[in-house]
């Protein structure tokens, strides 16, 4: 066996996927076609969501200093990400290049086998294994694994060999970006609308400004490669009358607004993860975050039946979980699509947008959404607002000490919070200790969102898979479900 899991493609998803798979133990070997990390930007964005899970796996501080705030939008309305409150805010210049050189130190940290220079071909299904064909600087070679996992992005090789299904829209118009140096333009971070199109500037790290460009009705081509950045500088100085031609390219690219998503997260032992399982208008910055969550989501759930501890049907709930998210996604930047790109016709729309973002409750509803802290999971049935959502960062007490409860998820393990000193809820989960951490603690200062609460059960992704009371399962039948079956003999004890 080559290893337990094989995962085509080192982007965040799948470096965040190794970095899981490792913190359960599992061997995984990442195979990247590009013989080098890419220095290029891309996605510049973290949501709070993802921010709080990196977090949670004590990732923050190789980051650095991390430019936050509060400012985020909904296809170019403004939206106050400050109405959720909250211990993390979103980081809004981040370089994907930088978050892809945090999470691979982090996953070779954690002895993954990242291989540049390797790409795969094709795979075939073999009894319980996967026979993986990759190509090599030193030929062609085979890898057996028990899981492959195709994280290789929206022209996903891993999901055409695999035959899945990729319904969906194809691209109707195109928007061009590059990121420049030696230019000052005003910050648009949320795009300005335009008699005949929309334009975007961010400032970047490095004196590195971010531009993209669309205009109005433009077919996208049949490119063979990037848009030459004096495309994109005649497009801006059409659409704003500046010149720009002048500024040094460091990457140049354009994208479209096709929308499409898998049919099916899994099949048998190929799994999807990230952009592999869905393309859209990246609208917003979602599409890399939402990669990052996909493999959050599987990796606990894949350590689990391969340590034999979960049953295989642990993975369906993949497929369940995510496919959803990944609707909601095509679906809201679907949206802010036509809210961006509509022009004239799409105004009215935009103002009474903005007109609702004045009540609380809409502008929280889209804070959360833009944020990733929307997502609710079917965790059973019950009344406890915390079921199925994620558990924000709380501060306890913990044997007298102050812990943060985002520090307890740090080892990627489940937690049972016992937050009323319960010894029979206790003696209840022992039989699945070796699985979960069991730990007793006291809120500090109360209030929300703990109010009534007097245990949960987080998973390792930090949702909320039972709360008491409130759930309609008892704890067993939740552990059992997430966490698989009590050994016999944890039972006896």
Do not use: C
């Not at 954690?110 to 075939?124: N, P, Q, T, V």
């Not at 898979?465 to 698989?484: E, I, V």
């Amino acid at each position: 066996m080559s290893a337990s899991v094989v995962i085509a493609g080192a982007g965040p998803a799948g470096l965040v996927l190794a970095g899981e798979l490792r913190l359960a133990g599992i061997d995984v070997v990442v195979l990247e076609r590009l013989s080098r990390r890419t220095a290029e930007s891309r996605g510049i964005g973290l949501t709070i969501r993802t921010v709080e899970t990196f977090a949670q796996r004590g990732l923050l501080r190789r980051f650095g200093d991390l430019g936050t705030s509060d400012q985020g939008h909904f296809g170019g309305v403004p939206v106050d990400l400050g109405v959720l409150g909250g211990a993390y805010r979103a980081a809004k210049t981040v370089p994907q290049s930088v978050t892809e050189t945090v999470l691979e130190n982090w996953a070779v940290e954690l002895g993954a086998d990242i291989r540049r220079g390797h790409e795969f071909r094709s795979y075939r299904e073999e009894g319980a294994s996967v026979l993986v064909r990759v190509g090599t600087p030193a030929g062609e070679r085979t890898l057996r694994a028990d899981y492959l996992v195709g994280a290789d992005g929206g022209r996903s090789t891993v999901r055409k060999a695999g035959g899945f299904d990729f319904p969906g829209s194809a691209a109707t118009t195109e928007l061009l970006l590059a990121d420049v140096r030696g230019i000052d333009v005003r910050p648009r971070m949320t795009g300005e609308l335009l008699s005949d199109g929309m334009v975007m500037s961010a400032p970047l790290p490095g004196g590195v400004h971010r531009v993209i460009v669309g205009e109005r009705d433009a077919a996208p081509r049949r490119r063979g490669g990037p848009p030459s950045y004096q495309e994109v500088a005649d497009t801006w100085k059409r659409l704003t009358g500046d010149d720009i031609s002048h500024a040094e390219p460091v990457w140049v690219s354009a994208f479209t607004d096709a929308a499409r998503l898998v049919s099916q997260y899994r099949r048998g032992r190929v799994l999807l993860t990230g952009d592999a399982a869905h393309i859209h208008l990246p609208a917003g910055g979602q599409g890399m975050n939402t990669g990052i969550q996909d493999s959050v989501n599987l990796g606990w759930k894949l350590a689990a039946v391969l340590h034999g501890t979960a049953p295989e049907s642990l993975l369906d709930t993949y497929h369940a979980e995510r496919h959803e998210v990944g609707r909601q996604l095509l679906a809201d930047t679907a949206a802010q699509g036509r809210l961006i790109l509509g022009g004239a016709q799409a105004q009215p729309l935009r103002d009474v947008l903005a007109e609702l973002t004045g009540y609380q409750d809409v502008s929280r509803h889209l804070a959360a959404k833009v944020s990733g802290l929307a997502i609710r999971y079917d965790v059973g049935p019950g009344a406890n607002p915390l079921l199925g959502a994620r558990l924000p960062h709380l501060e306890l007490t913990v044997r007298g000490r102050a812990v943060g409860s985002t520090a307890l998820l740090r080892a990627g393990r489940g937690v049972l919070l016992d937050l009323a000193d319960n010894p029979h809820l206790r003696r209840r989960a022992a039989p699945w200790r070796e699985r979960i951490d069991i730990v007793t603690a006291t809120p500090r200062g109360g209030g929300a969102p703990l109010d009534g609460t007097t245990a949960v059960l987080v998973r390792p992704d930090g949702y909320v898979a039972w709360a008491g009371p409130g759930s309609h399962h008892d704890l067993p039948t939740a552990l059992d479900r997430w966490f698989g079956p009590a050994r016999r003999e944890s039972r006896e004890r």
